[in-house]
């Protein structure tokens, strides 16, 4: 069973960028499918990203697609998410999990994109 520690959020202008990273432990985590999910407040988790186990056949949803690159280093266990060009509407608690997610959720990391 994974665990994950998410960080690298903030307060961004709109148009700003931010990089996100997931620390991973667990010892399986180099055959598993990874995403980033985002929740925003009053809505439901979503799935924003996914990257495959060798780090190709990514994946984005609609709304983030041509702003954010996710990645990951199965050598160090985590995850990236770059998001450039954010817009309000990007405001969020932004976490990594499997895909599907399984497990335990970490805390998150905020996300605020605002002038």
């Known amino acids: 069973q994974g665990q994950f520690v998410e960080s690298g959020g903030g307060l961004v202008q709109p148009g700003g960028s931010l990089r996100l990273s997931c620390a991973a432990s667990?010892?399986?985590?180099?055959?598993?499918?990874m995403g980033w999910y985002r929740q925003a407040p009053g809505k439901q988790r979503e799935w924003v990203a996914r990257?495959?186990?060798?780090?190709?056949?990514?994946a984005y949803a609609d709304s983030v697609k041509g702003r954010f690159t996710i990645s990951r280093d199965n050598a160090k266990k985590t995850v990236l998410l770059q998001m450039n060009s954010l817009k309000p509407e990007d405001t969020a608690v932004y976490y990594c999990?499997?895909?599907?997610?399984?497990?335990?959720w970490g805390q998150g990391t905020q996300v605020t994109v605002s002038s």
């Open positions: 990257v495959g186990s060798s780090g190709g056949s990514a």
């Open positions: 999990n499997k895909v599907p997610p399984r497990g335990s």
């Open positions: 667990g010892s399986i985590f180099s055959i598993n499918v």
